[in-house]
């Protein structure tokens, strides 16, 4: 009953407001009768000037013939009073019929196709088909986009990342390079092209990323990523030593948090200490923590693999980690780097084939 009341309120106030303007008539008479009272009003200032001497005679009668041949030229012009009360019955009649027609029209047409009895649906009960994502669309999207604009830094900032999650390190690194060429160069920045380039050249550092950490560090010389990849990248230059001693600075320095016990595994690794404690660690953090520190401890084993390699079981963790983790991109570029690897073991290609069947 409430709907029904509001609804024709509000119809009536919308059809009162639009008819409005049909149902006044302008008065032509009005306009008629205004012209008479300012010729009697200028006929009084007239006479009075010309009393006080301020025109002569010829003057005023000049004056006072002007202003009548005006009052004779509006009466003559102006439409009969019958005609303008004929008008304007005429208007307000199709206003009063609108004002009925138009409502009953709405309501018996909502009463034919809607749905009156339906209860409200609030927003956040309502289901959304999910729409598939199609990520090598978007990223050809992205790249028609970026050819017909190549100075549009944030069109690769965009895409730097999602060429990343695609196993496209290459591109990755270079969108990387073109966002700072055009924007300018930040820690995080720098830190991200050197990433790149440690998985496009399948873990190791080289020259180019290890100037990207410098860099990275320089703008702030306390970044926990940058520092961790110069670590790594000391190990691959045979100093050991320096690179646990850096990481250990660097495990010192950070919060409990899933990096920390990444770090905390890489050093466990390098010194070939017991990593029962990093797990039991991993264990009892939070279950997002947990997630997080899992994913760094998979990133730390892709790392090392990728590097200096691995046997078959570790390749095998690995692939099956990045198909737990959902990183299908990062597990197909693991099987390939396994296949080449194991290439003549026939055993460890049937393994691998397996595995990645089981992912399709």
């Not at 509001?6 to 012209?35: N, Q, W, Y």
């Not at 990343?164 to 969108?175: E, L, Q, S, V």
Request: glycine share 6%; aromatic share 4%; proline share 4%.
């Amino acid at each position: 009953m409430t709907f029904w009341l509001i609804a024709c309120a509000l119809i009536a106030v919308i059809v009162i407001f639009t008819l409005l303007p049909m149902m006044r008539g302008k008065d032509e008479g009005d306009s008629l009768d205004f012209a008479r009272a300012f010729y009697r009003d200028r006929e009084a200032e007239l006479r009075n000037q010309l009393e006080a001497g301020e025109i002569d005679q010829t003057a005023f009668e000049a004056a006072l013939a002007e202003q009548g041949r005006r009052l004779l030229a509006l009466a003559k012009n102006a439409p009969e009073k019958t005609g303008q009360a004929s008008a304007l019955a005429r208007r307000k009649m199709a206003a009063l019929l609108m004002l009925v027609v138009v409502p009953v029209l709405a309501i018996g047409l909502y009463l034919k196709l809607g749905r009156p009895g339906m209860p409200d649906v609030p927003l956040a009960s309502r289901q959304v088909a999910p729409k598939d994502f199609d990520i090598a669309t978007a990223i050809g999207k992205i790249e028609a986009h970026l050819a017909r604009n190549p100075d549009d830094a944030r069109g690769f900032e965009v895409v730097a990342p999602v060429y990343m999650k695609a196993g496209r390190f290459d591109d990755a690194a270079n969108a990387w390079r073109r966002v700072i060429a055009l924007s300018g160069e930040t820690a995080q920045r720098q830190a991200d092209l050197a990433e790149a380039l440690v998985a496009a050249a399948n873990g190791v550092i080289n020259a180019e990323a290890r100037k990207a950490l410098e860099s990275a560090l320089k703008l702030e010389p306390d970044m926990p990523r940058a520092r961790y990849y110069l670590a790594l990248s000391l190990e691959q230059d045979g100093k050991k030593d320096a690179a646990v001693k850096m990481l250990e600075k660097l495990r010192d320095d950070l919060p409990e948090s899933p990096a920390r016990l990444r770090v905390a595994a890489e050093i466990a690794r390098l010194t070939g200490a017991p990593v029962g404690s990093a797990a039991e660690g991993i264990a009892a953090l939070p279950e997002r923590e947990r997630s997080q520190a899992i994913s760094g401890m998979v990133d730390g084993l892709e790392s090392r693999l990728m590097e200096s390699g691995g046997s078959l079981e570790e390749w095998l963790k690995l692939i099956r980690a990045r198909l737990v983790l959902d990183d299908k991109a990062r597990a197909r570029a693991a099987f390939e780097k396994a296949k080449i690897a194991f290439k003549d073991n026939p055993e460890g290609l049937a393994a691998l084939d397996a595995l990645m069947a089981q992912a399709r």
